[in-house]
């Protein structure tokens, strides 16, 4: 009798089979190979190995409610020689008719929701950051359910992240560091990734 091969779990390229008790949203493309190994591609999530204790296997973990072990990003920054200095702020600016919701994660822990329509969104988002490289995704849903509103490359919905400070009832943003903006030409959901350096 052959011995039965046993198919492996992976998220975002890591193996994933001790994990349990978790589920994960807005996954962009899940694939089954011939082998049976599943392969999820979800965009906000990073996986890390958990310190195992000496009478167990080490297990994975994904920090949707990262524990300040478990926050540090994937790259690997560098030893932080002190706290950041800069203070960092996300800034919405919207023109009617993009019919996008985004979705702000950064080092994998989600932030807020930007919903079309709503007022400017003026946030300090320094406390989810770490000095060095940190990982900001947008998620961009697209909601057309009654119809789009508008076709132009002209109606937007956008995003920028950066160095700044706020004064009285004003904030300036001196240094944009990451932008993402989406227009009401666009249909698809769109995922996408940029690295901040934080100081």
């Not at 089979?17 to 996954?27: H, N, V, W, Y």
């Not at 600016?93 to 019919?99: D, L, N, V």
């Not at 950064?106 to 406390?127: C, D, F, Y």
């Not at 359910?145 to 300036?172: C, D, H, Q, Y």
Request: net charge negative.
């Amino acid at each position: 009798m052959l011995p039965m091969l046993l198919a492996a779990t992976f998220l975002n390229g890591v193996n994933i089979d001790g994990l349990r008790t978790q589920s994960f949203e807005k996954c962009k493309t899940v694939k089954i190979d011939d082998r049976g190994d599943v392969y999820l591609d979800c965009p906000g999530y990073e996986v890390q190995a958990a310190p195992a204790p000496a009478h167990a296997p080490a297990a994975a973990v994904v920090p949707s409610a990262p524990t300040p072990a478990v926050a540090q990003s994937s790259l690997a920054p560098l030893p932080a020689s002190g706290p950041i200095s800069k203070h960092y702020w996300m800034v919405s600016e919207e023109s009617p008719g993009a019919q996008y919701d985004l979705d702000i994660f950064v080092n994998s822990k989600w932030v807020r929701r930007v919903k079309a329509g709503e007022p400017q969104i003026v946030l300090e988002v320094t406390r989810y950051l770490s000095p060095g490289p940190n990982k900001v995704l947008f998620a961009a849903t697209k909601h057309v359910e009654a119809g789009r509103k508008s076709v132009s490359p002209l109606s937007f919905l956008k995003i920028t992240v950066g160095e700044g400070e706020a004064g009285g009832n004003t904030v300036m943003i001196d240094n944009p560091l990451v932008e993402c903006k989406r227009t009401a030409a666009e249909t698809d959901n769109v995922n996408e990734e940029f690295t901040l350096q934080a100081r």
